[in-house]
């Protein structure tokens, strides 16, 4: 049912930025673009959405692809907290949210 | 910070027996959902519910699940009969109204059939 792509899993060091993409090449026009992510043993949490303009809130900056066909998950800072599974879902009018494998990432001390 | 609430947080059961899982969503949300997670696999989608009724619902809703909103607070979700496969982690969501806003989910019940 998922119709994003992401990678596995992705690591980085502790203070440093974590880039992590996802690819979404059949998204409509009227798609949002949904971040979350799941802590260990914890419910999933919202991160950011957008739709076509870059985004950015206290936990992170969304940098969508002009054509929207891919979108790019920023943590500025990762700290050891941001290790999670960080899921990229597209909302669509079925007002529902689809969860893909997700990202794993792991954050070096 | 407004939160979705699940009690119970663990709930253990014996194989055949009814559960019912209660969770309280955001008070002015109007969107709600089920979703479920066996231990070590991915999130899955069992429910949606809109204007007090079920506005979609996934192959894994089969007629063992129902859900009810039974007092304008509360999201309830029913298992008529357990079985061994149903233990998994269960989250409650919801959410307002439109695309352009995001769900909130409950920290989960732990559902172990025994």
């Known amino acids: 049912d998922a119709k994003t792509t992401q990678p596995n899993s992705m690591e980085s060091n502790e203070e440093e930025p974590v880039h992590l993409p996802c690819n979404h090449s059949?998204?409509?026009?009227?798609?949002?673009i949904h971040w979350y992510r799941q802590l260990p043993s914890q419910g999933p949490e919202y991160v950011i959405h957008?739709?076509?303009s870059n985004v950015n809130n206290r936990m992170a900056s969304l940098a969508i692809a002009e054509d929207r066909k891919s979108s790019t998950l920023i943590l500025h800072r990762a700290t050891l907290r941001d290790a999670a599974v960080y899921y990229c879902?597209?909302?669509?009018?079925?007002?529902?949210?689809?969860f893909g494998s997700g990202t794993r990432l792991l954050v070096r001390p | 910070e407004p939160e979705v609430t699940q009690t119970p947080s663990h709930q253990v059961t014996q194989m055949g027996q009814e559960v019912i899982l209660r969770c309280v969503p955001i008070?002015?949300?109007?969107?709600f959902y089920w979703y479920r997670q066996i231990l070590g696999q991915k999130v899955e989608f069992l429910v949606s519910?809109?204007?007090?009724?079920?506005?979609?619902k996934s192959e894994i809703f089969d007629d063992q699940f129902s859900v009810e909103r039974p007092d304008g607070s509360n999201f309830t979700l029913k298992i008529r009969s357990t079985k061994l496969e149903d233990s998994a982690m269960y989250f409650c969501?919801?959410?307002?109204?439109?695309?352009?806003?995001?769900?909130?989910f409950g920290q989960g019940t732990r559902l172990t059939v025994v």
């Open positions: 008070s002015n949300h109007l969107y």
């Open positions: 879902i597209l909302m669509d009018s079925s007002y529902k949210l689809i």
């Open positions: 059949t998204i409509s026009g009227t798609d949002y």
């Open positions: 969501a919801s959410r307002g109204v439109g695309l352009n806003t995001e769900a909130f």
């Open positions: 957008g739709l076509t």
């Open positions: 519910f809109y204007n007090n009724e079920i506005s979609e």
